[in-house]
């Protein structure tokens, strides 16, 4: 039975900012699927180019791999030879919790290697797909490029990397109508006003929205040829960009 999200559910007295702790792992699966609009979409299609584009004898790598679910994605549909997927997270709760999700998985041999770590500390290397689901908005803008350039340099010839992000608008008028569509999505999901607006205070200081062509110019500054948005529901998208 996946835990209810009830954080935000009573005034708090003082509102600190959002931290990836034992509270929120024990609601995560709750909490992300009832927040992020099309994110079980989004975790099976990491799956389906998982299987397209992870090459013989490489790695995947699952930055801010919280519980681990774009590496499970990964794991049921990758059927190249000698592939190792390598997540990666920095809350030591989330990985405690995912390795005993990875432990009860007996859906394939892929082997996860699971890593407590700042994604801008470990080193990128011989990778066919990199996956970064809703985490690049949570490290500092003026850090993020520095990551991005050495996801690229870490990918081989013809490797991908799948960016998820929530995402901000120059448009007044677009950004308000997409920002309201989605907060009507969570109350559709039964969070009520208070939680909402609690949890977008408490997220205020910590994930960092960017444009769209923000992160497009981002890929192509650190080298990346193209990329493509195949993905949007109201203020989250999704994109693939090759190397
Ligand atoms: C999913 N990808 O289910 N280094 C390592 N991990 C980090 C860092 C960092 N510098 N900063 C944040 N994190 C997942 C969902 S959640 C998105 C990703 C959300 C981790 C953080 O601990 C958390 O587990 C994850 O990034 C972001 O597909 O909750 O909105």
Same mark, same amino acid.
């Given at each position: 039975?996946?835990?209810?999200?009830?954080?935000?559910?009573?005034?708090?007295?003082?509102?600190?900012?959002?931290?990836?702790?034992?509270?929120? !792992? *024990?609601?995560? +699966?709750? #909490? %992300?699927? @009832?927040?992020?609009?099309?994110?079980? =979409?989004?975790?099976?299609?990491?799956?389906?180019?998982?299987?397209?584009?992870?090459?013989?004898?490489?790695?995947?790598?699952?930055?801010?791999?919280?519980?681990?679910?774009?590496?499970?994605?990964?794991?049921?549909?990758?059927?190249?030879?000698?592939?190792?997927?390598?997540? !990666? *997270?920095?809350? +030591?709760? #989330? %990985?405690? @919790?995912?390795?005993?999700?990875?432990? =009860?998985?007996?859906?394939?041999?892929?082997?996860?290697?699971?890593?407590?770590?700042?994604?801008?500390?470990?080193?990128?290397?011989?990778?066919?797909?990199?996956?970064?689901?809703?985490?690049?908005?949570?490290?500092?803008?003026?850090?993020?490029?520095?990551?991005?350039?050495?996801?690229?340099?870490?990918?081989?010839?013809?490797?991908?990397?799948?960016?998820?992000?929530?995402?901000?608008?120059?448009?007044?008028?677009?950004?308000?109508?997409?920002?309201?569509?989605?907060?009507?999505?969570?109350?559709?999901?039964?969070?009520?006003?208070?939680?909402?607006?609690?949890?977008?205070?408490?997220?205020?200081?910590?994930?960092?929205?960017?444009?769209?062509?923000?992160?497009?110019?981002?890929?192509?500054?650190?080298?990346?040829?193209?990329?493509?948005?195949?993905?949007?529901?109201?203020?989250?998208?999704?994109?693939?960009?090759?190397?």
């Amino acid at each position: 039975m996946r835990k209810s999200d009830s954080i935000y559910a009573s005034p708090l007295d003082e509102l600190v900012d959002f931290r990836f702790d034992e509270r929120v !792992v *024990d609601v995560f +699966p709750d #909490m %992300i699927q @009832r927040s992020v609009p099309g994110y079980a =979409s989004i975790i099976s299609m990491i799956g389906v180019f998982a299987a397209k584009y992870a090459q013989q004898d490489s790695q995947c790598y699952d930055l801010g791999c919280s519980l681990g679910a774009a590496s499970l994605s990964m794991r049921q549909r990758i059927t190249q030879n000698n592939c190792t997927i390598v997540a !990666v *997270d920095n809350s +030591p709760a #989330m %990985i405690v @919790r995912a390795q005993t999700i990875f432990d =009860s998985d007996h859906t394939s041999t892929v082997p996860i290697e699971l890593i407590c770590a700042d994604i801008q500390e470990i080193n990128i290397e011989n990778a066919s797909v990199v996956v970064m689901d809703f985490t690049l908005q949570f490290i500092a803008l003026d850090e993020r490029l520095a990551l991005i350039k050495r996801i690229y340099q870490g990918l081989k010839p013809g490797g991908i990397l799948i960016l998820s992000e929530k995402i901000t608008f120059e448009e007044e008028s677009r950004a308000s109508f997409l920002n309201e569509s989605h907060h009507e999505f969570k109350r559709a999901n039964g969070y009520s006003d208070l939680e909402i607006s609690q949890k977008r205070t408490a997220l205020e200081n910590v994930l960092i929205p960017e444009t769209l062509a923000a992160h497009q110019q981002r890929l192509s500054d650190a080298g990346f040829a193209s990329s493509n948005m195949w993905f949007q529901c109201f203020n989250f998208m999704s994109l693939v960009a090759v190397k």
